[in-house]
């Protein structure tokens, strides 16, 4: 909902920016639903700017894909679409599956370590209710596997992926039976990392985005079909 919405001022930041990241990550959350109007004049109301920056903001939301301009009605947020979950999840896997390729090859204990110390904090999140801290917690142990590889080039490809990956995630960890599949998926990459079994990690790897996007298309053709009820 809009109205959850609260502006924290960066001073190194310009303001549109500064509302870009707010609009941005409520979107990412659900916090701004798919298909909810961002109108200017309330946005501007709500966070206490001008409607220039949230114009601009809108703008950018929208070169990003989580924004779409329908004639007569305006900026909504954009729908979640199975095919965009597709296009996300193709490349993510074949990132992925480079990124395990060339760990198995130079992971340091160091790094395994610390790989399994946020799979750790991954499950420690599941207790409660807070699925941001669950989403993040995913993300962390996967960054960290990105940055094992040592690619610049691929690390930076996978971050600029990432907030549209955050979206999908978020969608996935709504369902609390997700959770401990998720736990399991990652101790399973894990083992085959700790063993440096390159094939056991890839099919681990394939194995943990194949289930979730089966699962959130799944989810998406239900409320397609409620829709059009």
């Known amino acids: 909902m809009i109205e959850t919405l609260h502006l ?7 303001l549109r920016d500064v509302v870009f990241q707010t609009l941005r990550q409520a979107i990412l959350r659900g916090d701004i639903r798919p298909g909810e ?18 114009r601009e903001a809108l703008r950018m939301l929208e070169l990003e894909g989580l924004v779409t301009t329908i004639p007569r009605k305006g900026a909504v947020v954009a729908e979640i679409t199975i095919s965009d979950l597709e296009d996300v999840l193709e490349v993510r896997l074949a990132l992925e599956e480079l990124a395990v390729q060339i760990i198995c090859k130079k992971l340091t204990k160091e790094q395994l370590e610390e790989l399994k110390a946020l799979a750790a904090e991954f499950c420690s999140t ?14 962390k142990f996967h960054d960290a596997i990105y940055n094992a590889t040592g690619n610049r080039r691929l690390i930076q490809i996978l971050n600029n992926l990432r907030e549209q990956m955050y979206r999908y995630r978020m969608e996935y ?25 390159e094939q056991k990690a ?28």
């Open 8 to 14: 924290e001022i960066n001073e190194y930041l310009p």
């Open 173 to 197: 960890l709504k369902d609390k039976e997700s959770h401990q599949v998720l736990a399991q998926e990652h101790e399973e990459i894990l083992q085959a990392l700790e063993a440096c079994d």
């Open 202 to 229: 890839l099919e681990a790897t394939s194995r943990h985005i194949a289930r979730q996007k089966e699962h959130i298309i799944a989810e998406l053709s239900r409320r397609e079909g409620r829709e059009e009820e």
């Open 37 to 54: 109007r961002l109108m200017e004049i309330h946005l501007a109301k709500k966070l206490g700017v001008s409607r220039t920056p949230v």
């Open 126 to 139: 599941l207790d409660g209710d807070n699925v941001v801290a669950c989403a993040e917690a995913d993300m």
